[in-house]
C-alpha cells in the first residue's frame, strides 16, 4: 500500500507575511515530496493561524498550499482537515472547492488493523480550563454568527490581534514535561482504559513526542512546521515520526 501521512500545525499567516510565504513554499515543496508516495493525506488542525469563513468571504492568502491540495485531490489522494483551535472556523469552503474532508473533533480509523485515535489535541487531558471555556464559546454557533455579521475588516482585525498573541507567534519554545505530566499521554492512557487502540497521532503540543503507553500503543505528537517540519508516516506496517530536510532524496530514490 502507499503511505499515509500526518502533519500539523503549520500556522499560516504566522508571525507575518514574508515568513508565512518562505513556510507555505517550504510544505508545498514537502506535499511535492510526498505526492508518489501518497495515499492519504491528514492536515491535523491549526494548518492557518487564523481562519474565518464568511458567508461569501474567505481570508486571503495561502493560494499556493490550497492549489497544491487541490491538485492532490483531483488526482485521486483523499484528504483531510481537522479543525484546529486556530482555524475551527472552517466552514464548506474547502469541501466544495477542494474536495477536503473536514473533521471536527476525533476521528478514529483503522489501517491495515492497525486503529489510530487523531485528533488536533486541544481541550484533551487535565487541566487548560480556561481554553476549554473558550472553546465552548468559539464553538457556539450563536457567537460564530455575531462574528460572521462583523465587516470582516474588524472580525480579522480582532482576530489577527489574538493571533499575534499566540505562544506560537511569540515563538515560545515547548519543552518536554516528562511522560506523567504530559496531558496528552495522560488523555491516551484514559482512553485506552476502555479501548485498544495502536496509535494516538495529536498535534497541538507544537513538540514533535513519541511516547510507548503500553506494549502495544503508541503517542505520536507530530510536532509544528516553524521549528520542526515534523510529520508522521503510516507505510502499512509501522507509523514513523520523521522530518522534513528539502535535501532528502525523493522516497522513489530511497529506495
Ligand atoms: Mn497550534
Avoid at 481562519?51 to 468571504?57: D, N, Q, R, S, T
Avoid at 473558550?134 to 480582532?158: D, E, H, S, T, Y
Wanted: glycine fraction near 8%; include cysteine; aromatic fraction near 16%.
Amino acid at each position: 500500500m502507499k503511505n499515509i501521512y500526518f502533519a500539523s500545525d503549520f500556522h499560516l499567516g504566522s508571525p507575518n507575511y514574508n515568513e508565512s510565504r518562505k513556510r507555505e513554499a517550504h510544505i508545498v515543496n514537502w506535499l511535492n515530496f510526498i505526492e508518489p508516495t501518497c495515499a492519504e493525506l491528514f492536515l491535523m488542525g491549526d494548518v492557518f493561524d487564523f481562519w474565518f469563513e464568511y458567508v461569501k468571504v474567505i481570508p486571503k492568502g495561502f493560494i499556493r498550499l490550497q492549489g497544491k491540495l487541490a491538485q492532490m485531490a483531483d488526482a485521486g489522494i483523499k484528504i483531510y482537515f481537522f479543525k484546529g483551535n486556530h482555524d475551527m472556523w472552517v466552514n464548506d469552503y474547502f469541501t466544495k472547492e477542494i474536495g477536503l474532508t473536514v473533521i471536527s473533533d476525533e476521528l478514529v480509523i483503522e489501517r491495515n488493523g492497525k486503529k489510530f485515535y487523531l485528533h488536533h489535541g486541544d481541550g484533551l487531558g487535565p487541566g487548560d480550563a480556561k481554553y476549554k471555556f473558550l472553546r465552548k464559546i468559539f464553538r457556539n454557533p450563536l457567537c460564530q454568527w455575531l462574528f460572521a455579521v462583523l465587516p470582516p475588516r474588524i472580525g480579522m482585525g480582532i482576530a489577527t490581534g489574538w493571533s499575534g498573541s499566540s505562544r506560537i507567534a511569540n515563538d515560545k519554545e515547548e519543552v518536554f514535561l516528562g511522560e506523567d505530566k504530559e496531558w496528552l499521554a495522560i488523555y491516551a492512557k484514559e482512553q485506552l482504559q476502555k479501548q485498544h487502540y495502536d496509535y494516538f497521532i495529536f498535534g497541538h503540543r507544537h513538540l514533535p513526542l513519541d511516547i510507548q503507553l503500553t506494549d502495544h500503543s503508541r503517542y505520536v505528537n507530530i510536532g509544528e512546521w516553524i521549528n520542526y517540519s515534523s510529520y508522521g508516516v503510516f507505510d502499512g506496517k509501522e507509523l514513523r515520526l520523521e522530518y522534513y530536510r528539502p535535501t532528502q532524496p525523493s522516497p522513489e530514490g530511497r529506495a
